[in-house]
């Protein structure tokens, strides 16, 4: 036979039958069960239909075409987009550069404090609203 | 990404696995059903071909749309996740096929004179099963990726769309 002839084809079939046996037991009774429930679920697609295959392949394409360009993934769908309208305005505090205030490169010390203070929890808005208060 | 962009990522899956399940073995099974070797010609049961090309088509349609809607999703997206796992089951579905049909036993008849005929058959019934159970190991790992999609949903959404703890990323 043509593949027996050719060595390199050989040594190839050797390997993929070496790692094949190794797994052998560990994954074949995994196959077997896969084979069960796959026969069962073989029984309900209809044989010699090829007609129901291209219509359901048509849906799914065109399912998938709509969805994709109402829902793309790169804006923050309607639904969405409220919530983080609402976040936003509710959380986030006036922004002042240090540059405007100083005009001088800030310190390292200065920076560590402006990413903790970047992060605002329930103290900033505790402040927020003793300071409402006052 | 775009619509347009995720729509030609979706196009360009489809046609990959469109080769891959469909072409490539029918192109197989064809020129296995005339084989000619050392002079001898072997021949595959006719009804067998018939038998094998239909799952091959059935199957191979199902999975190309399903590897479409999947590969044009976004990434992260439940949608992503369903439609992966859903490409997955599908395939182990496609590769038992292949023994349901009848190309897990293929038949080979040769006749080439009065003195030498008879015929010899490849069984593969085994090779699947470990191939199934390898194919199990990727059904639970989509499946463990649709959990975390779903888990992290409003993670993986603040990041998509830059926001963190109601800040935009700059």
Known sequence: ?134 | MGAGKNLIKGIIFMGAYIIITMVIPYFTFTWIKDLSDLGIPIVLEQQEYESIIFWISAFGLLISSLAFFSYSSPKQSIRKGVFALLQILVNSLYIWSYKFSGAADILFQFDASQHMTGYFFLNFQNMIMVYLGIYFLTIVLKGYDLVDFIINREKIREKRYGISGGYEKK
């Open chain 1, 1 to 134: 036979m043509i593949f027996q002839t050719v060595d390199f084809l050989q040594v190839l079939a050797e390997i993929i039958g070496a790692i094949l046996n190794f797994l052998k037991p560990i994954v074949s009774p995994i196959g077997a069960w896969m084979i069960n429930w796959i026969e069962v679920v073989l029984r309900i697609f209809p044989k010699n239909d090829l007609a129901l295959y291209i219509i359901l392949f048509v849906m799914i394409i065109i399912i998938g075409a709509i969805t994709n360009i109402l829902w793309p993934g790169d804006k923050p769908p309607k639904f969405f987009e409220k919530k983080y309208k609402l976040i936003k305005l509710e959380k986030e505090p006036e922004r002042v550069e240090y540059k405007t205030l100083f005009k001088e490169e800030p310190t390292v010390e200065f920076k560590k404090f402006g990413e903790e203070f970047e992060e605002p929890g329930d103290d900033y808005k505790e402040s927020a609203e003793e300071y409402e208060d006052f």
